[in-house]
């Protein structure tokens, strides 16, 4: 008789989830009579509490620079406004316990110094729970805003963020262990001489420092990062603890997590230092055929009249004056004008093929101009009924096509609310979604982001004395 028992099943991945507070994109639906501020503390308050309910990851913001443009006007999405990322992640870290704060910041129009002294001082007011999502700022629409303009050429907006991390990690490293003493009784709060003076000097940067602020909870800010290129994903593996990706569909998604997660063994990083998140938009109903229904009205939603004229104007390559959103597709040939840097953009290899294309894409289907441009770009994520959709986000992480999703909602700030109330009841059914957050350490009030994300803590700092780090340029 056997006695050999079954083999164990494996225990499911689990699912993590990031949500997107969606105030500077082509999501927000503004003019929708649920839809709060942009700018109102209220909103993103009730934004973090919501998705801190739903025991998410973390909060993140994006961040503009500058307002998007179309034929030299201030294009329409953008002008509810772009605040601060900093002032919010402070402010929303005050009205919650457990759920991280995440924005972006950008490292072409930033100084480290100033920079690290800022997130880790967060970090310290959070209890640890603060991430940057590093991205390079490269073209000289941004640049207007800064003294410097647009000096950065493309090909080095990498080298600069490269440098720039390093040089952050180098100052947030530079308490060591036993760095605070806080003696009382003999007067003494640091041993200088295991705080380090940092001496860089590189291509990008000269730097002599010494951080105003100690190490934080966590040790540093966890890095998000969101570049797609060969450059951006050698960058990734080598210095980003989440990838906020924009590979959605299941077999590109998992084409993508294999290129990058292979990536990781050649800078001595193993899988699970690395989460790949991409981001995702929702449409839920009570049937897959109503969700449907729901996704079409969103998506002419968001795609406003002028949003379709300039989307067709960019696709086009000229300026298409009188042209009615609600009408016939241009009849005139597309020119051969070039895209202005802010205007809305769209990639168009050959114009007059794509006219073409669209063309008999509005006739087969009899779409209108607006119609036609919102089938076109608001394709949403995931569309069904609760059940199909968290069905769907597991396949996507059991399957290794991602390690979760960084959640878009069309509203704000209440367009989280459905998916915390139906569709995360059904996740933690699975065994895929945490119930609660992890218990914080060592005494701590709440978890650090990197306990939450399940992952490694930086080295610790030993003992340093005095010294010079220099890079050479």
């Known amino acids: 008789m056997s006695t050999k028992q079954p083999a164990r099943q494996p225990a499911p991945r689990q ?60 294009h329409d ?26 924005g972006t910041l950008s490292s072409t129009f930033n100084e480290p110094v100033e920079l690290a002294r800022q997130l880790a001082t967060l970090d310290h007011l959070s209890g640890g729970r603060v991430g940057w999502n590093v991205v390079t700022s490269s073209d000289a629409f941004h640049g207007g805003n800064f003294r410097r303009g647009g000096f950065l050429n493309h090909a080095d907006r990498y080298t600069r963020a490269e440098e720039f991390v390093s040089l952050a990690k180098q100052l947030w490293d530079s308490w060591g262990r036993g760095a ?29 420092a010494t951080s105003t602020v100690p190490r934080s909870p966590q040790g540093y800010p966890v890095i998000v990062q969101a570049g797609d290129s060969p450059a951006g994903r050698d960058f990734a593996a080598a210095n980003a603890e989440v990838i906020f990706s924009r590979h ?13 997660k292979g990536r990781l063994g050649a800078v001595g990083r193993t899988e699970e230092s690395l989460l790949i998140l991409p981001g995702a938009t929702f449409a839920l109903g009570d049937t897959d055929a109503e969700a449907r229904e729901r996704s079409r009205e969103i998506s002419l939603q968001q795609t406003s009249p002028q949003t379709a004229v300039a989307w067709i104007e960019a696709v086009w390559g000229r300026e298409l004056v009188g042209l009615d959103p609600d009408g016939s597709l241009p009849t005139v040939d597309p020119g051969t004008g070039e895209q202005r840097q802010g205007q809305v953009s769209t990639q168009v290899a050959d114009r007059v093929a794509r006219a073409d294309q669209l063309r008999a894409r509005a006739r087969d289907e009899g779409l209108t101009l607006r119609e036609l441009v919102a089938a076109e770009t608001a394709d949403h994520s995931f569309v069904g009924s609760p059940e199909t959709v968290a069905a769907e986000i597991n396949r996507y992480v059991q399957g290794r096509a ?38 914080a350490e060592g005494g701590a009030a709440n978890p650090t982001l990197r306990r939450t994300l399940g992952l490694p803590k930086p080295p610790k700092p030993g003992r340093v004395a005095r010294a010079a780090s220099e890079v050479s340029a």
């Open 402 to 439: 991602s390690d979760g999703f960084v959640l878009v909602p069309h509203l704000t700030p209440g367009g989280l609310d459905e998916f915390v109330d139906r569709v995360v009841p059904l996740l933690q059914e699975r065994g895929v979604f945490r119930s609660e957050y992890p218990a």
């Open 15 to 74: 699912v993590h989830l990031v949500a997107h507070f969606p105030g500077v994109n082509s999501t927000t639906v503004w003019t929708d009579p649920d839809s709060g501020s942009q700018i109102d503390f209220e909103s993103f308050r009730r934004f973090a509490q919501t998705a801190e309910r739903g025991r998410f990851d973390y909060v993140f913001l994006a961040e503009g620079l500058r307002l998007r443009e179309h034929g030299g006007q201030i």
């Open 77 to 102: 999405l953008d002008v509810a406004g772009r605040p601060a990322t900093l002032a919010i992640l402070a402010a929303m870290a005050s009205v919650t316990r457990n759920i991280g704060v995440v």
């Open 248 to 260: 959605t569909s299941y077999d590109d998604g998992r084409a993508f997590y294999r290129d990058v």
């Open 180 to 208: 605070i003493v806080a003696d009382r009784r003999r007067g003494v709060f640091a041993d200088p001489d295991r705080v380090r003076g940092v001496v860089h000097r590189g291509p990008q940067f000269e730097v002599a």
